[in-house]
């Protein structure tokens, strides 16, 4: 072997995941704009974003929960005894996909760690999947073995999956017991910065999931870029929120953001509105990540507790409306900062800084990622016209074996299915998601407008717009309200909120069907269903 090949050579010797890597020509393009993006071709993520806090970082709290707090040397430990039980105890070898299940904690994160050290590839999920949706994923990534708090390890043993060699169980002193018997120090695994390390399945509401390729070089670019660019936090910080760790947008927000910098992540097993604003309090948070619907339920009851450590909100998921970052900006004087992101992308890579945000805007390009709105054929739109939003950078998309790989990305641009107005100064506005634009009388209407209009009415508390089907106007727009507590959702108030939209934004948009619900359907990642209200399936 040649000098370069050693260099670039992969370190899996299980290739599988590698070997269903879409082909060469639908990947999108990888551009390395910024100079710290330039990663040497050999990196162990894990090693970079925990053992570097080693030197000067190891007595700072890395991981803070509710049944104990984990220095970064207690945290490095951890890590490495669990790695060396995964390759002594159950044979890993690099490559192999690893299953972890658990609520947000400091074994989940640790046991994430040891298997990005030990070469392997980790598959999070959601605490909420069942063993139907877990079947779907073990079988598609050939999953070989699971580490899984013992809390929830009914689903996975109920989940068919021929490949599930190995399951260890922390949390009833399985996985505690062989960790003690290991050595403390485990050499990371010498992976190149292109092999794989995250299988990232996207919470689609329709069909089979689909699951995303991640290098650890892109676990790297999304600190460099949205964290260290727009976020900008220090190692003084103490990050908070809500999004599981399977999600990655709680990943790179509770985890690998804080690690980045050598701060602290706290980790809540529940972390509702209700146990996230004492949690704050409590911890002294100083940089939150959480849904729009959160930020809007946690303004409501922001005078009963002490948020002043707060210095940073970050909302994603699904698009902020400016209603919520108003009272969010009333409730604590912060400016929230909404930025889109995608399980495709990793992270985020549209949003602003705090001096450059425009309300009701998602913001501009993160800096190393490019992005433009295209009409169907790909080719750009005129700043102002609505089209599809196309993104690259140094993330992007790469479907393990799926054809879906072709709708996601053209040209070597990301389609993220968001239709986008780009406006003259160059900021993007989100319309909606492109096949949730309604229709009506030959109009086209984009749901979360109407919504944001909606909720500047002092009685809605939540709303969900789409299009429900009508004869006369093919579409009608209809909206389903959860109330303020108190209001009455009678006739007159139905009136009274048409007359409300009307005077906000375009009359023609108004809801013509308003439905009053105790509560909308939303994912574990915090984003509405869409499809369960166009249904009628309303709880
Ligand atoms: C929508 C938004 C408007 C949008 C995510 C931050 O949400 C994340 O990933 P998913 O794969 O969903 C991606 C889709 O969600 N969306 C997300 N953020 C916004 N729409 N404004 C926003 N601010 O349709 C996008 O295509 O679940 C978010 C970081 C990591 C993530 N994975």
Request: charged letters at 20%; a negative charge.
């Amino acid at each position: 072997m040649d000098g370069m090949m050693m260099e670039t050579a992969s370190a899996h010797i299980d290739g599988f995941a590698r070997e269903r890597l879409p082909p060469r020509d639908q990947w999108p393009e990888f551009r390395f704009t910024l100079p710290r993006l330039r990663y040497p071709a050999r990196l162990n993520c894990a090693s970079v974003l925990l053992d570097a806090n080693l030197a000067t970082r190891a007595d700072h709290p890395a991981l803070v929960t509710p049944a104990e707090t984990l220095t970064y040397g207690q945290l490095a430990e951890r890590v490495n005894r669990i790695a060396h039980v995964l390759v002594n105890r159950t044979g890993l070898v690099p490559g192999n996909r690893v299953l972890l299940r658990g609520a947000n904690t400091a074994w989940m994160v640790a046991a994430y760690f040891a298997v990005l050290k030990a070469g392997g590839i980790v598959v999070a999920t959601m605490p909420l999947l069942r063993a139907k949706e877990l079947g779907q994923m073990l079988r598609k990534a050939r999953i070989s073995h699971a580490l899984c708090d013992a809390r929830l390890s009914g689903a996975l043993a109920e989940a068919e999956a021929p490949d599930l060699r190995h399951v260890l169980h922390w949390g009833d002193g399985e996985l505690e017991g062989l960790c003690v018997a290991e050595s403390a120090g485990f050499t990371a695994c010498d992976t190149a910065a292109e092999d794989i390390c995250l299988i990232g399945f996207t919470s689609g509401t329709t069909g089979e999931p689909k699951g995303t390729l991640h290098f650890h070089r892109d676990m790297l670019a999304i600190c460099d870029a949205y964290a260290r660019e727009v976020l900008r936090p220090e190692p003084a910080d103490v990050f908070i929120g809500s999004p599981p760790l399977a999600f990655t947008f709680g990943l790179g927000g509770l985890v690998l953001f804080p690690f980045s910098v050598g701060a602290t992540g706290v980790l809540l097993d529940r972390a509702s509105p209700d146990d996230l604003l004492p949690a704050i309090a409590r911890h002294r948070a100083t940089i939150c990540f959480t849904a729009p619907t959160a930020y809007r339920a946690m303004a409501a009851k922001a005078g009963e507790h002490d948020l002043s450590s707060l210095r940073k909100c970050v909302s994603a998921g699904e698009a902020l409306p400016r209603p919520i970052f108003e009272a969010w900006r009333e409730a604590t004087g912060l400016r929230l900062m909404d930025g889109i992101g995608a399980t495709e992308m990793l992270h985020i890579f549209i949003a602003a800084r705090e001096e450059q945000i425009r309300p009701g805007a998602t913001g501009l390009p993160v800096p190393g990622y490019e992005a433009k709105v295209v009409g169907p054929d790909g080719a750009e739109l005129p700043r102002g016209a609505p089209g599809r939003l196309a993104v690259r950078g140094p993330t992007g998309c790469r479907y393990l074996d799926d054809p879906r790989q072709a709708n996601y990305v053209e040209n070597g641009w990301n389609i993220t299915g968001d239709t986008y107005i780009q406006d003259e100064d160059g900021y993007f506005w989100y319309q909606a998601r492109s096949d949730d634009m309604i229709v009506s009388a030959g109009y086209n209407i984009a749901g979360p407008e109407v919504e944001a209009a909606m909720l500047s009415h002092p009685l809605v508390r939540e709303c969900g717009v789409v299009g429900t089907p009508d004869a006369e106007r093919g579409m009608v727009v209809t909206a389903y309200v959860v109330l303020e507590p108190g209001a009455i959702g009678d006739a007159a108030l139905v009136k009274a909120l048409q007359e409300h939209v009307k005077a906000e934004i375009a009359p023609y948009k108004y809801p013509r069907r308003i439905e009053f619900v105790a509560r909308l359907p939303r994912t574990e990642t915090g984003k509405l269903q869409r499809f369960a209200l166009r249904q009628g399936a309303i709880t």
